[in-house]
């Protein structure tokens, strides 16, 4: 058991299915109460059924009032885990960057928009960014996807350097593949660079876990992205060229 999570009251987003769902059991496992919101009010009932939670289903991007009522008056950890896997290009139309931005950063921003001042004022409060190596490195055929899912990324660290002193925890998770229906929807691009690697939602969770208790904001399910994101910030340019290299082979097989 993690004592930081026992009896606490815990928001996870997008917990109808895959990492969220995932999410949702483990802090359940731990003893926390949990809200479980997802855009398909079925899913997210079903999950709440299923670990004695309660179900918030809607835009998580306006939940945290009533996630709040639903526990009793207080958030003690926001898990921030919807997200889109927009792909596309440059050229990819307006609609679909404005609703990757608004998904993947912006619902990020409003949740801790709600959250901060009653935290500042309990000086504690633990904030759970699902992000993505991508956030990291990036990934081919997915333009959206990348650019949000940095600054999402960004948004985590800026939070945790800004409130850490003042008890906020942040937690930004960068997992590479993972089996979930999002994964299925990354098509060729995601079979060449993540299916190979990918691992199971509870795996995302048992290092989630693990990195609270450690103490740590960076969380890694796939170890060896420490090296690729390292790699990437020593050497630039090699990195681009190994990644364009991954791009061509895309291009030849697709």
């Not at 950890?77 to 792909?87: D, E, K, T, W």
């Not at 307006?94 to 990757?100: C, F, I, P, S, T």
């Not at 956030?135 to 940095?150: D, E, Q, R």
């Not at 969770?205 to 790699?231: S, T």
């Amino acid at each position: 058991m993690v004592e930081a999570v026992q009896d606490a009251g815990v928001v996870v987003t997008g917990a109808g299915g895959g990492i969220g769902a995932a999410l949702a059991r483990r802090f359940a496992a731990e003893g926390a109460r949990v809200v479980v919101n997802d855009l398909d009010a079925d899913r997210a009932q079903a999950v709440a059924d299923e670990i004695g939670g309660i179900a918030v289903p809607g835009d998580a991007s306006g939940i945290v009032d009533r996630a709040r009522e639903a526990l009793g008056g207080t958030v003690d950890v926001y898990c921030a885990n919807a997200g889109v896997a927009s792909g596309g290009s440059e050229s990819a139309e307006e609609a679909v960057w404005a609703l990757a931005w608004d998904v993947n950063v912006m619902a990020h921003v409003r949740a801790a928009h709600a959250l901060l001042p009653d935290w500042l004022e309990r000086g504690r409060g633990r904030f759970v960014s699902t992000v993505s190596a991508a956030g990291l490195l990036t990934m081919i055929g997915a333009a959206p996807y990348s650019v949000t899912k940095h600054g999402a990324y960004a948004f985590a660290e800026w939070l945790s350097l800004t409130y850490r002193h003042r008890g906020i925890k942040v937690h930004a998770i960068c997992p590479q593949g993972v089996r979930t229906d999002m994964l299925d929807a990354t098509g060729s691009a995601g079979d060449l660079v993540l299916k190979p690697t990918a691992i199971e939602p509870q795996d995302v969770a048992d290092a989630l876990f693990k990195g609270i208790a450690e103490d740590r904001f960076l969380i890694l399910p796939h170890p060896e992205v420490a090296g690729y994101y390292q790699l990437r910030a020593g050497d630039p340019d090699r990195w681009l060229g190994n990644m364009n290299h991954l791009q061509q082979k895309w291009e030849t097989a697709g």
